[in-house]
Nanobody, 126 residues
Framework: QVQLVESGGGPAQAGGSLRLSCAAS????????MGWFRQAPGKEREFVAAISWSGDITYYGDSVKGRFTISGDNAKNTVYLQMNSLKSEDTAVYHC???????????????????WGKGTQVNVSS
């Protein structure tokens, strides 16, 4: 099994920044991808960003391109999401995810990710 634990959420002002972290533990994989989805009240889960295990492939959702940056530290089994220029519409629960097959089936569908963290709340006020 894999455990994913998110941290770094909280309140922020519009235009401000937050950095989320996700620490992975448990079973290891030779190739994998990690990323973030978010879900706001009354809305469907939305793909935010993902990164390959090597760190050389990244994907972003259209709504966060140019504002959010995903990165990883393999030595720490941790992935980060740097969120800049926050908007009120970024308010959501952010879930860390892991795809043990490393983008073999795509990158932006929730069903591709076998492991999910419990999430961390981000609240952006304008």
């Amino acid at each position: 099994q894999v455990q994913l634990v998110e941290s770094g959420g909280g309140p922020a002002q519009a235009g401000g920044s937050l950095r989320l972290s996700c620490a992975a533990s448990g079973r290891t994989f030779s190739t994998y991808a990690m990323g973030w989805f978010r879900q706001a009240p009354g809305k469907e889960r939305e793909f935010v960003a993902a990164i390959s295990w090597s760190g050389d492939i990244t994907y972003y959702g259209d709504s966060v391109k140019g504002r959010f940056t995903i990165s990883g530290d393999n030595a720490k089994n941790t992935v980060y999401l740097q969120m800049n220029s926050l908007k009120s519409e970024d308010t959501a629960v952010y879930h860390c995810v892991l795809d043990p097959e490393g983008f073999s089936g795509g990158y932006d569908l929730p069903v591709l990710y076998d492991y999910w963290g419990k999430g961390t709340q981000v609240n952006v006020s304008s």
